[in-house]
């Protein structure tokens, strides 16, 4: 049964919405905001008619908001489908498994992504605090409101940002458009929104979870690389004029047992596999974790 075309733009939204049930958020996201854009731009330019019939006239082109979610969803799928790295090899055995990790380019994107979690952390922490207590301090000032409308949407341009870093090094879908349309929609109407929305206040949250998520992912990733490679390498010790100390329960293995050395090594490249599988499941998992903060509102549900 073909669902009546609406009469107006949130009208119109809530059946694209709708007809989007069950789709990644971040899409939903994404058409919600093409949508509106481009009716409102619509409108701006036939001020003579009104948003019925705008809408109407519309409708043949871009589409009713059935097919609209239709071509969203065709699209999606070959564009991931061209984007997605192809998949490894599936290997059956237990050591093809272990080892094949060293094929999948998640996996060194994931390491990579621990690694600038630090600085990236570090900078939304600062970020976030600085412009908390300024926001707190001008208050009672008359410059305090505007202030804090700018400092939140910065925090939802920075959440943009952080989405296509998530995105391109963890795999998890992001939005690519703000969540909001801007034309033809009064400003205290958008700064409402913005308040009123959950997802401004869980951007918060992740910005400042993120300096100790990245302290740890930064420590875990170096201090696991570090040991692998220094495994790895030990064997170098026995070269004629190579100084390397490496001491393990208080032994110095090259001058008390050299005879380890070959096992270290094996010791290191396992660790060092293994290093690579504890990235890829911290990746997953944190685009899960980015996902839910920096997507997710009440507005899905």
Do not use: C
Not at 48 to 66: L, M, N, R, T
Not at 119 to 141: D, P, R
Not at 143 to 152: A, C, Q
Request: net charge neutral; charged share 15%.
């Amino acid at each position: 049964m073909t669902t009546a075309l609406p009469t107006n733009i949130p009208d119109y939204l809530a059946q694209l919405r709708q007809s989007l049930a069950g789709a990644d958020p971040a899409l939903v996201q994404d058409a919600l905001y093409d949508a509106e854009e481009y009716l409102r731009s619509e409108l701006a330019e036939n001020l003579d008619k009104s948003e019925a019939e705008v809408i109407a006239a519309v409708a043949s082109s871009y589409g009713a908001p059935e097919e609209v979610a239709d071509i969203y969803r065709d699209t999606e799928v070959k564009v991931q489908t061209a984007l997605r790295a192809p998949p490894p090899r599936p290997r059956q055995s237990l050591a093809g498994r272990f080892f094949g990790v060293a094929a999948d380019p998640r996996a060194y994107a994931a390491l990579f992504y621990m690694v600038l979690s630090l600085a990236t952390g570090l900078f939304y922490f600062v970020w976030v605090a600085v412009g908390t207590s300024l926001s707190a301090g001008l208050s009672m000032l008359i410059i305090g409101i505007p202030f804090l409308v700018l400092f939140l949407g910065s925090i939802r341009m920075l959440s943009l940002l952080e989405g296509r870093i998530v995105e391109v090094m963890l795999g998890e879908r992001m939005p690519r458009r703000p969540l909001y349309g801007n034309r033809g929609r009064p400003l205290m109407e958008r700064v409402k929104d913005m308040f009123l929305d959950p997802r401004t206040w869980s951007t918060v949250v992740y910005f400042l979870a993120m300096l100790p998520l990245g302290i740890v992912y930064f420590a875990l990733a170096s201090s696991l690389v570090a040991i692998s490679l220094t495994l790895i390498l030990a064997p170098l010790a026995l070269l004629p004029g190579v100084h390397f100390s490496l001491w393990i329960f208080g032994i110095d293995v090259p001058a008390q047992a050299p005879w380890l050395l070959p096992l270290l090594t094996v010791a290191g490249v396992a660790l060092l596999f293994a290093t690579l599988h504890l990235a890829r499941g911290i990746g997953r998992l944190h685009g899960l974790f980015a996902k839910h903060l920096l997507v997710k509102s009440a507005q899905y549900t």
